[in-house]
Every structure is written in C-alpha cells, then in structure tokens.
C-alpha cells in the first residue's frame, strides 16, 4: 500500500486502502493554496488513511478543510464534509511512489490558466538549464 508524507517528513502516512480517484485540479483555490498551476489529488476513504505526526488545518472555504505540515508547509489533505463525505484528499505529489499512480482525470477545466493547453510546446531540459557563463 502507498505511504507518503511532507518535505521534512514529520507528517506521515500510511494508506490501506484503494484510490477513489486520481484527478489534476486547475481550480483558482488549489492554486493559490499551493502555489503552483496544477495540483494532484489522489482520494482515499478517510477510514483508510493513517497519519502520524501533527498537522496544521485552514478554513479554505466555507466547508474546504485544508491540512498541511506545521514545519516544512508541504499542503498535504483536503477534506470537505459537505462535498466530499468520508473521503480524504491527498496532494498525490506527496506520496512516495507517485510515478505509480498515473491521475485520471483533469477537473475544475473551467478554471485551468490559458496557457497550461500549450504547455507541451514548451522547452524542455532533464535538468535545470544553464542561465549562461557555463
């Protein structure tokens, strides 16, 4: 079974049971949460996860409950009682084997930057390019 936890790895855990679903989110919350233009959410049943060390929680939206590592700021689980009930939400980037678990899906499109539909076009390097001099 998958385990994963934060950058600093005082937030663990363990999952025991089956992905719900593996989905990419383009929506402007997810963004602004994590700072990036896409995140990855892998769901679980929330029976199925188990989680040592501390988390901090925020109040994302009216019922979005946003976990995250008090120490390092790794954004780790999304819970929502009202949409999403019994399931926990992990930020799939933050599980250990993530190049097992190809996403989905892609949602909340409506809400996806412009520019991410030509992504693929863009340069690419295995490795940080040199800025020049070298």
Not at 10 to 28: E, K, N, P, W
Not at 46 to 59: N, P
Request: with cysteine; aromatic share 8%; charged share 15%.
């Amino acid at each position: 079974m998958p385990d994963g936890g934060c950058h600093c790895g005082a937030v663990r855990y363990q999952i025991s049971g089956q992905a719900l679903h593996h989905a990419l989110c383009h929506c402007v919350d997810c963004r602004g949460n994590a700072g990036a233009p896409v995140v990855g959410w892998i769901a679980f049943a929330d029976g199925d996860v188990t989680i040592h060390g501390a988390t901090t929680t925020y109040a994302s939206s009216e019922h979005g409950r946003r976990e995250f590592c008090p120490q390092c700021g790794t954004g780790l689980f999304y819970r929502n009682a009202q949409v999403l009930p019994g399931i926990i939400d992990i930020q799939s980037a933050t599980l250990d084997n993530i190049a097992d678990m190809s996403p989905g899906a892609q949602i909340q499109m409506a809400e996806r930057l412009p520019w991410f539909a030509d992504i693929d076009r863009l340069p690419k390097f295995d490795r940080y390019p040199s800025m020049g001099g070298e």
